[in-house]
């Protein structure tokens, strides 16, 4: 199994970056791929971007291609998400998500994720 908890959340004004961090406790963090999901008020929760258990290949949502990136540190056992150019749209809860498979192409579908951390709001104010 794997347990996750994300922090980095915070209120920032459109055009500011936000840097959320995603860390696993469990022996298969190195094993599975990680994703980062968010949930605006009254919406479903979407994909945001994907990463294999190996960090060579990574998957955006196409509202976010350009302004955020994945990556992950195996050795800290942690996921981060580096968000740029951050826009009122962006506001919502930010969840982390493990998919301990390792499938080849990390997948931006929820329900491939089994783990889910309590999530982190970002505010983005315009």
């Known amino acids: 199994q794997v347990q996750l908890v994300e922090s980095g959340g915070g209120p920032v004004q459109a055009g500011g970056s936000l840097r959320l961090s995603c860390a696993a406790s469990?022996?298969?963090?190195?094993?599975?791929?990680m994703a980062w999901f968010r949930q605006a008020p009254g919406k479903e929760r979407e994909a945001v971007a994907a990463?294999?258990?190996?960090?060579?290949?990574?998957s955006y949502a196409n509202s976010v291609t350009g302004r955020f990136t994945i990556s992950r540190d195996n050795a800290k056992s942690t996921m981060y998400l580096q968000m740029n150019s951050l826009k009122p749209e962006d506001t919502a809860v930010y969840y982390c998500?493990?998919?301990?498979?390792?499938?080849?192409?990390?997948?931006?579908?929820?329900?491939?994720?089994?783990?889910w951390g309590p999530g982190t709001q970002v505010t983005v104010s315009s």
């Open positions: 990463i294999r258990w190996s960090g060579t290949r990574a």
């Open positions: 998500g493990a998919d301990p498979r390792g499938i080849s192409n990390p997948s931006l579908s929820r329900s491939d994720y089994n783990y």
């Open positions: 469990g022996r298969t963090f190195s094993t599975s791929n």
